[in-house]
């Protein structure tokens, strides 16, 4: 069962995230998904989490999902992760800056038959708006 909700997570990652086949998040994700950590204007739901992917890849049209490492346990599925992609739209309020980010995060998803039952999203946001110019950078 562990391998297989890892498996699942890792086809998420790629095929909706990096891939953008966005229609095919309800292979995945329930309905009434949980988002622990919702991002800023996040609504509830499988509705929520496509929503926030489409502004991920609408801010990011060259998005790419990595899944680093992974560690399961019975039906959770922690993955250390990092996304690369180049600003170009506009991204919570932020408009195109055509820089490129790398962006590291830590997810720890709940499955229940083999669909994502809720989530929790802890990402480098601090230094995602670093590299966008939003909050400068400290000087060295």
Known sequence: MTQENSAIVRRFAEEVITQGQIDRTVEFVWEDVVEQVPLPGQGPGLEGVKDIIQAFRTGFPDLVFSVLEQIAEGEKVVSRFE??????????????????????GIVIDRLEKARIKDTRILMDTMGLMTQLGVIPSRAA
């Open 83 to 104: 996304w690369t992609g180049t600003h170009q739209g506009e991204f919570f309020g932020v408009p195109p800056t055509g820089r490129q980010v790398r962006v590291w």
